[in-house]
């Protein structure tokens, strides 16, 4: 069974080797027919605390890490807003 893979942006930090990412979807409400946004919060595992808040990542399921923690983060999609501030500096 293939590990599935979501692509969502790091919300905290602040705990030791983890990082909460927030994953959003569209759907259509079943009887509107709108399209709304429904999102949900992951606890992942990031060994070398090198995420930091605003970046958009890529996280994977994995087996369980501790009582929250199910996916582990692959990369970096893009950096986010105070990370590149602090690359100009």
Excluded: C, Q
């Excluded at 927030?22 to 606890?43: A, N, Q």
């Amino acid at each position: 069974m293939p590990k599935r893979i979501l692509i969502g942006t790091v919300v905290s930090d602040k705990t030791d080797k983890t990082v909460v990412v927030k994953v959003e979807r569209k759907v259509k409400h079943p009887l509107y027919g709108k399209i709304i946004r429904r999102s949900k919060k992951y606890h992942a595992h990031d060994e070398d605390n090198s995420f930091k808040i605003g970046e958009i990542v890529r996280i994977e399921e994995t087996r369980p890490l501790s009582k929250l923690k199910n996916w582990k983060v692959i990369e970096r999609v893009t950096a986010g807003k105070t990370a590149a501030v602090e690359a100009d500096v």
